[in-house]
């Protein structure tokens, strides 16, 4: 049975940080491509960020790149968000997610976590 277990949201002030933590079991996780999606209220499943197997920082949405970095411990069977320079807009609840298909949409995320909230204030 594959579990997904996401940790590290909070409130934060705008300009704060947040690290994101998931750890995932029951499946072979170095084999994964493993992702980031987020959504906000009234809004769809959007993706944050993907990194490949080895851990390669495949793609971040246009309004965190630069802020943003994903991570990962094969050996930990973790993936980590770390989140600088926060924004109000940023507001949403996050998901860590593993991927069997190639694409960035929520559709093709096969395994999901139940989300941890981060709020970030003005």
């Known amino acids: 049975q594959v579990q997904v277990v996401e940790s590290g949201g909070g409130s934060v002030q705008a300009g704060g940080s947040l690290r994101l933590a998931c750890v995932v079991s029951?499946?072979?996780?170095?084999?994964?491509?493993t992702a980031w999606f987020r959504q906000a209220p009234g809004r769809e499943h959007e993706a944050v960020a993907i990194?490949?197997?080895?851990?390669?920082?495949?793609y971040y949405a246009d309004s965190v790149r630069g802020r943003f970095t994903i991570s990962r411990d094969n050996a930990e069977n973790s993936l980590y968000l770390q989140m600088n320079n926060l924004k109000p807009e940023d507001t949403a609840m996050y998901y860590c997610?593993?991927?069997?298909?190639?694409?960035?949409?929520?559709?093709?995320?096969?395994?999901r976590g139940q989300g941890t909230q981060v709020t970030v204030s003005s």
């Open positions: 990194a490949t197997w080895s851990g390669v920082e495949e």
């Open positions: 997610a593993v991927m069997l298909t190639v694409g960035t949409t929520w559709r093709q995320t096969q395994y």
């Open positions: 029951g499946l072979r996780f170095s084999s994964y491509r």
